[in-house]
């Protein structure tokens, strides 16, 4: 077993973990960090945001008070005011660092930031770089990282559990702490106790869960379970987010996103019938929130048995489009849409998990030295339903958040006796389609009965079905070595035992939650 001692632990190498990588080292020229990812360094949802990132930058036409109340409706009540008001003004200066970093944002002919609009948002406030504008922050920040000699990216690294009394000989199983995490070399199969004065858990995602995402397939939950493991407190999983506008392929998985900044721009939805439908759901049509056009859409599909609506976008100005959106025009093309004269199929896709690890202002979980940042979080910003483009926004200045709380919080070394992984007794697992098919199951089990629109028996049945999953595959993970799907198949099952727990839990519909019980 191979040990390793750092200041600083990072989970995740997405917009969180690199921002306050960066901003430590950056400070702490004598601390070491050390990042671990589980796939290729730059893979991440960071890297396939499309739309940009939320800031008030023209103080004439917008104003912090206006995106706060943006963040709010979306939010619908369940929002920390003090959290939206934080985060919305610290937006400026967060981006001045990630420019200063040498991330490029569209300037318009002026000069100035071309400032997009998104769905749920009164004003033009989002910077991007065209329709690629995750991939550019996660570019700058990835080349910032390697100029900074004080910290270690390992990727191919899979945490699979954080270290806390629960692993120790002499456990206190009063006041938890968290030590670093046990990872896995996932190219060379050796497993590492990392040991760390502070942990930060920034692992993104739940897409993968529902199978039909758009999320990257490392969006498997794999922190969420780690700390629900640990017993940290865990909240409103009930609040995912679907994207309404996913491109519909038949082959279903990984599903190509059609950015809300499409729609901002003018594009329609429309049924097979050609209807355009959602001024029939509200008066903002296209331009209401995710939530009301992802649950306008699954009545339409509900309704006429359709797989997919459409998105049309041939009345409008195509340069400009192929300016604005040059990833989407080309990735349609590939599935011989011409957007030009071809209305794109869309569906709404599994997209963003609006709560997570609780954490306060700081970004501290309930468990001492693990701290939790962006997606894999519930902060009280997003409420029951996020906000587009508020998402990068909040990861960068929960980072910051962070690294300025250890900043002023210096702690003294914490030497432990941390005992290796004990892998004793288990074997390679030889077959493979168990965990396939558990997979399958899994995902299929949340489309069904976990989705868009959810009721109370439909629930209570994902529960019975969720648990024999659950008994096979620990039966699997106790008698095999560790591998990577293995985990990530265990993550996923504590994720939607956590999604359906919490979905019973909520007894109104709110933001993203529809639960078809509560109207009664
Ligand atoms: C298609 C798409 C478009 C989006 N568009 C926008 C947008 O326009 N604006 C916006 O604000 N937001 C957008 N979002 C959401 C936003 O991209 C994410 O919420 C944000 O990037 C999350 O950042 P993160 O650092 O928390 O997680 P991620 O960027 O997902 O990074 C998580 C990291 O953790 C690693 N990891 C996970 N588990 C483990 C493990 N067990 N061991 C080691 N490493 C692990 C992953 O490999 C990855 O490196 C979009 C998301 C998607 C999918």
Known sequence: MIVMVTDYLVIGSGVAGLTFAVKMAEKFADRNIVIVTKGDEDESNTKYAQGGIAVVLDLEEDSFQKHIQDTLIAGDGLCNEQVVEMVVKEGPQRLKELIAWEANFDLDPEGDF??????????????????????????????????????????????????????????????????????????????????????????????????????????????????????????????????????????????????????????????????????????????????????????????????????????????????????????????????????????????????????DKEGKTSVNNLYACGECTRTGLHGANRLASNSLLEALVYAHNIFKYLDDNSSTPNIIDIPDWNDDGTVIPKEHILIQHNLNELQALMRDYVGIVRNNKRLSKAILRLDLIYNEVEELYKESKITTTLCELRNMINVAHLIITQSLERKENRGGYFNSDNLN
């Open 114 to 359: 071309d400032l997009g609009k998104e769905g749920g948002h009164s004003e033009y406030r989002v910077v991007h770089h065209k329709d690629v504008t995750g991939y550019e922050v996660e570019r700058a920040l990835l080349q910032r990282v390697h100029q900074l000699p004080n910290i270690t990216l390992l990727s191919h690294h899979f945490a699979i559990d954080l270290i806390t009394e629960h692993h120790l000989k002499t456990p206190n199983l009063e006041e938890l702490s968290c030590y670093g995490a046990y990872v896995l070399n996932q190219k060379k199969g050796d497993l590492l106790t990392i040991q760390a004065q502070h942990t930060l858990l920034a692992s993104g995602g739940i897409g993968r869960v529902y199978g039909h995402t758009t999320n990257p397939i490392i969006a498997t939950g794999d922190g969420i379970a780690m700390a629900y493991r640990a017993k940290v407190l865990i909240k409103d999983m009930e609040f995912i987010q679907f994207h309404p506008t996913a491109l519909y392929t038949a082959e279903g998985g990984f599903y190509f996103l059609i950015s809300e900044a499409v729609r901002g721009f003018g594009a329609y939805l429309r049924n097979k019938e050609g209807h355009r439908f959602m001024p029939d759901y509200h008066e903002r049509a296209e331009l209401a929130s995710r939530d009301i056009v992802s649950q306008s859409i699954d009545y339409e599909l509900k309704k006429t048995g359709d797989t997919h609506v459409f998105l049309d976008c041939t009345h409008l100005d195509m340069v400009a489009f192929k300016k604005h959106f040059p990833n989407i025009y080309d990735k349609c093309l590939e599935y011989h849409i011409d957007i030009e004269k071809d209305w794109i199929p869309v569906v709404p896709a599994s997209h963003y998990l609006c709560g997570g690890i609780v954490v």
